[in-house]
Structure formats: structure tokens, C-alpha cells
């Protein structure tokens, strides 16, 4: 059975295996590796600061823990705020 879903119990489920569809192919991963867990978990760790960042007018890129600063080039590989054009 193959299930897209970003729910983490789902994705927590023993056994299973998580496949990463991206620019370079398939690539199997743990439910660690997911970047949902990762924002989850920095998000978890560091929620004032996250939402705080969040607020911020001109926000950086926020790097997944573990990660460089740098991050993948992909529109679900960064977490930032749309700016206002007011």
C-alpha cells in the first residue's frame, strides 16, 4: 500500500518505509530525516524564538537541526513569512 500523508503518526508507524520524491530522484528516509519532523522538532525546541522570527519583518533562512545554514533550494525547503507589499 503506498499512503502520501504528512501526518507523523502515520509517518512514526513501525515498519514502514518514508520515500522522498525530490529534484535528484527517490530517495529512501527515516521519520527522522522528514523535513516535517525536523521543522516540528526546531519548532518545538525553540518556539519563542521560532515564532519571534516568525513576526520578524526580514526574516533568514532557518536551518533544520543538524543542518549548515544552508538550506535545500525547494519552496517546502525553507521556512519564511511572506513580506507585505504595503
Known amino acids: 500500500m ?22 535528484r530522484g527517490i530517495k529512501k528516509i527515516t521519520f527522522t ?17 521560532m515564532v519571534q522570527i516568525l513576526l520578524e519583518d526580514d526574516q533568514p533562512e532557518l536551518p ?6 544552508q538550506t535545500q533550494n525547494t519552496p517546502s525547503g525553507r521556512m519564511q513569512r511572506r513580506r507585505s507589499t504595503s
Open 2 to 23: 503506498i499512503v502520501s500523508t504528512h501526518s507523523p503518526i502515520l509517518m512514526a508507524y513501525p515498519n514502514c518505509y518514508i520515500y522522498l520524491l525530490g529534484e
Open 64 to 69: 533544520l537541526e543538524g543542518q549548515a545554514s
Open 33 to 49: 530525516e522528514t523535513e516535517h519532523f525536523q521543522i516540528t522538532q526546531a519548532f518545538l525546541n525553540r518556539h519563542e524564538r
